[in-house]
C-alpha cells in the first residue's frame, strides 16, 4: 500500500508493507504537471494494488492526482472521506485524541463496575503500617 500525504505543495509518500514504512520520499505537486510526479513516484516497484491519500491540497488536485494513480498503475487512488482538507499530522491528531477518549472512558467504566461498595455504619480498618 502506497500512504500519500498532499499538503503545503508537497506530496509526501511512504509504502507500507509487512508494518513497517518504507520507500519514504517527497515531491512538489503546486505547479507542476501530473506527467512530472513520474520521477519521483512512478519508479516505485512493485506497483503498488492500493494507494491511500490524506489530501490537504484541495479538490482539483484530488482529481489530477487519481487521474495520474490510474493511468500509471491502474489502481484507484482512495481519499477518506474524514481526512477531507486535512494534513496527514493533523489527521492522525484527531485520530490519537479519539482513541484516547475511548480509553479512557473504558477504563471509567470498568472502574465503576470493579468498585466495592462501602459498608455503612463501619469505620475503614486500619493499614497494617498505621503505629497506632
Not at 512530472?36 to 491540497?57: I, K, Q, T
Not at 466495592?116 to 455504619?121: A, D, I, K
Request: proline share 7%; charged share 25%.
Amino acid at each position: 500500500m502506497l500512504l500519500v500525504d498532499a499538503s503545503g505543495g508537497m506530496l509526501r509518500h511512504a509504502r507500507l508493507a509487512g508494518g513497517a514504512l518504507t520507500q519514504l520520499g517527497s515531491a512538489p505537486h503546486r505547479g507542476i504537471e501530473p506527467d512530472e510526479w513520474d520521477a519521483a513516484l512512478g519508479s516505485l516497484a512493485p506497483a503498488p494494488r492500493r494507494v491511500l491519500v490524506a489530501n490537504g491540497s484541495g479538490g482539483g488536485f484530488a482529481l489530477r492526482f487519481a487521474e495520474w494513480v490510474e493511468r500509471r498503475w491502474g489502481v484507484v487512488a482512495e481519499f477518506p472521506a474524514a481526512a477531507a482538507g486535512l494534513s496527514v499530522d493533523r489527521w492522525l491528531s484527531l485520530v490519537g485524541a479519539r482513541a484516547r477518549g475511548r480509553a479512557v472512558r473504558r477504563r471509567r467504566r470498568g472502574a465503576r463496575v470493579q468498585r466495592r461498595p462501602r459498608r455503612c455504619g463501619r469505620p475503614p480498618s486500619r493499614r497494617l503500617s498505621d503505629p497506632r
